[in-house]
């Protein structure tokens, strides 16, 4: 069974950084591919980044590039999204996901989902 958790959200001012981590399997690692993805109140879950299936590089919406970075622990099985210069249209819960290495810009083809962080980002 494959468990994601997420942690590190809360309520920053704009233009300040929070690093949210997403704690799962090594087994994760090795059949899916993991991302973050953030859903906003109204709207739509949306693609944030996702590690590239060596782990080594992760590749990002246009709305993020820049100012987050995807990256991995792999000794401790953790995914990191640094997020700098947030704006308050980045408010947001924030969910670590796995699924399919060549899917993961399409969050309903995600196939596990972890329980969310909420970001709050005040003007």
């Known amino acids: 069974q494959v468990q994601l958790v997420e942690s590190g959200g809360g309520l920053v001012q704009a233009g300040e950084s929070l690093r949210l981590s997403c704690v799962t399997s090594?087994?994760?690692?090795?059949?899916?591919?993991v991302g973050w993805y953030r859903q906003a109140p109204g709207q739509e879950r949306e693609f944030v980044a996702a590690?590239?299936?060596?782990?080594?590089?992760?590749y990002y919406a246009d709305s993020v590039e820049g100012r987050f970075t995807i990256s991995r622990d792999s000794a401790k099985n953790t995914v990191f999204l640094q997020m700098n210069s947030l704006k308050p249209e980045d408010t947001a819960v924030y969910y670590c996901?796995?699924?399919?290495?060549?899917?993961?810009?399409?969050?309903?083809?995600?196939?596990?989902w972890g329980r969310g962080t909420q970001v709050t980002v005040s003007p």
């Open positions: 996901g796995a699924g399919s290495w060549l899917r993961m810009r399409v969050p309903r083809t995600i196939a596990y």
């Open positions: 090594a087994r994760t690692f090795r059949s899916y591919g």
């Open positions: 590690l590239t299936r060596d782990g080594a590089d992760g």
